[in-house]
């Protein structure tokens, strides 16, 4: 069991290195030129309108609340799902009961508009 | 444990052998005799990807009517490599204002975020990277960090589109992780187990695209969205906002962006082959050769390990393909019909499959293997009737609304 995540530590550094390697020849053999015009901010060939990091918009913010949610939902269903073999049918039961109480959720936030334009 | 039966394993105890002998510690040997195996899989992983993008290119110049590289090499195979040193010596320009680090760091992540699945990917019965036994849970994880190199990148660069991009491409990741992340625990409480080695072994009798087709169709969905492909590609929506998140990067940079979107579509349909089309198990293959009947064709261990793993590469392709398919054949929907598509559509529906599948998995030790499968596969074709009804219905009654309000109008028009 050990060893297991210890593989898994090493396939993060071997993860990290690869693809750091090509990057490396790439800053040791391509050419070093910077001017102004090159590194300025692209936008479609004119001057930038305006600043970089422009207003967020609130909606992204509910439907990562919602996303939320639902993640800690389908956490929660794993163990359930591994289980259920040994539980029977009134774990089942149990297991939908949690899911309807979070789509009942779900129809709230959708009657409530939260879940309209992006 | 010859090197007949189980390759792997046995050169891997050799390696860790001579090691020792040569006086170093056992752990220390036994740390770089896993280095080494990992090395491999990863270049193992690299080349395929290089073959990919051949592949990808071939397959959308036939797509499109037309041929493709044909030029560089036979049929045009040494194109990527061409591709590969162009983009190596290429300049490396970072923008003015942009957060160095982060943006430096941002197609590294990206590039790791797609090789950490490799761990646990079954190639065949004797060749994997490890066996966890949270694998599915590994795989949400592993895949999450994708998504921070995206926001990296996005918010590093300096750059309003890429920016824009970036809030579009993370909306629609965390939406489409539900419905896929639901439709992983089918394949766990069918086979009862997280672990993809035991998962791909209780396909021996049935693949799980009998049992779940309407689990696989969703899964398909959700990871094309996952991908940041079209239908779902609003990252890089070129008529747009030129190539979202990635709009800064050029050279290698931008290479490991475009590879690792590759090698991560491939690597997913890796998955759907695993979940749902058996992996590695070949009909009637059995670990010591060919069981037709009473017909018993003995094949040594490693041809059978190498023939699971040809059938795992070609079921990955195959589900490659179907994800390329879809990709040129459609257009890019927008990111509202998206979003709603997910939240009000596909939740909603994997969630109920979920359920199903649960009350009807308690029937698995009551059944016959072949009832099961019956019961199972009629319950997904109800599901999808029922959803086809509830559609229509929906679609009949906006109609009729539509044609009261154009009445209406007319009406009014005459007045």
Redesign the interface.
């Known amino acids: 069991m050990q060893?297991?995540w210890?593989?898994?530590g090493?396939?993060?550094i071997?993860?990290?290195l690869?693809?750091?390697a090509?990057?490396v020849?790439?800053?040791l053999?391509?050419?070093?030129?910077?001017n102004?015009i090159?590194?300025?901010?692209?936008?479609?060939g004119i001057e930038?309108v305006?600043?970089?990091?422009?207003q967020?918009?609130a909606q992204?913010y509910i439907?990562?609340l919602?996303?939320l949610v639902?993640?800690v939902e389908?956490v929660f269903?794993?163990p359930w799902?591994?289980s259920?073999?040994k539980m029977?049918?009134f774990a089942?039961l149990e297991?939908?009961l949690f899911?309807g109480i979070l789509?009942a959720g779900?129809v709230y936030a959708?009657r409530k508009g939260m879940?309209?334009?992006? | 444990m010859t090197f007949w039966n189980d390759p792997i394993n046995f050169l891997s105890g050799w390696l860790s052998g001579i090691l020792t002998a040569w006086g170093l510690p056992a752990t220390l040997a036994m740390v770089l005799t896993i280095f080494i195996g990992i090395v491999l899989l990863v270049m193992f992983a690299m080349t395929l990807d290089i073959f990919l993008v051949w592949v990808e290119r071939k397959v959308v110049a036939r797509f499109q009517d037309r041929i493709g590289p044909n030029r560089i090499g036979p049929f045009g195979l040494v194109q990527p490599f061409a591709d590969i040193i162009k983009l190596v010596i290429k300049e490396d320009i970072t923008p003015d204002g942009a957060d160095k680090v982060v943006f430096n760091l941002a197609p590294v992540m990206a590039a790791m975020a797609v090789i950490l699945l490799w761990a646990i990917l079954p190639i065949s019965s004797k060749i994997y990277g490890v066996d966890l036994n949270v694998a599915l849970l590994y795989l949400v994880a592993a895949g999450a960090l994708g998504t921070m190199a995206i926001i990296m990148a996005g918010w590093a660069s300096n750059n309003k589109y890429a920016l824009l991009g970036m809030y579009r491409m993370v909306a629609n990741v965390i939406a489409y992780e539900i419905p896929m992340v639901v439709i992983l625990l089918i394949p766990t409480i069918l086979a009862d187990s997280m672990s993809v080695k035991s998962i791909t072994e209780a396909q021996a009798s049935t693949w799980y695209v009998f049992l779940s087709p309407l689990g696989l169709l969703i899964f398909m969905i959700s990871a094309i969205a996952e991908l940041g492909r079209s239908p779902f590609d609003l990252n890089e929506a070129e008529s747009e906002i030129v190539a979202g998140f990635h709009i800064e990067y050029s050279g290698m940079k931008f290479g490991w962006f475009y590879a690792s979107e590759l090698l991560h579509a491939f690597t997913f349909g890796g998955f759907a082959s695993v979940l749902f089309f058996g992996g590695w198990q070949v009909p009637f293959l059995l670990a010591d050769g060919f069981h037709f009947g009473s017909l018993v064709v003995t094949l040594p261990g490693i041809v059978v390990v190498l023939v699971q793993a040809l059938a795992f590469l070609l079921k990955a392709l195959f589900g490659y393909w179907v994800i390329m398919w879809v990709k040129y054949s459609m257009p890019r929907i927008r990111i509202d019909q998206m979003l709603a598509f997910n939240w009000k559509f596909l939740t909603p529906l994997s969630l109920v499959l979920l359920s199903v599948t649960a009350l009807l998995g308690q029937l698995q030790t009551v059944l016959l293997p072949w009832a099961f499968t019956l019961v199972m596969f009629v319950s997904n074709l109800l599901i999808i009737w029922i959803t086809i009804e509830i559609l229509r219905a929906y679609a009949r009654r906006q109609r009729k609304q539509e044609e009261r309000i154009t009445a209406a109008a007319a009406q009014g028009a005459h007045q």
């Open positions: 060893s297991e210890l593989y898994i090493l396939f993060l071997v993860g990290i690869i693809p750091v090509p990057l020849i790439a800053a053999i391509s050419p070093h030129k910077p102004p090159k590194q300025s901010t692209y936008e479609c930038t305006g600043d970089s990091w422009v967020f918009k992204y439907l990562a919602v996303f639902f993640d389908t269903l794993f799902a591994l259920l073999n029977g049918v089942v297991g939908i899911i789509v779900l959708w879940l309209e334009w992006a």
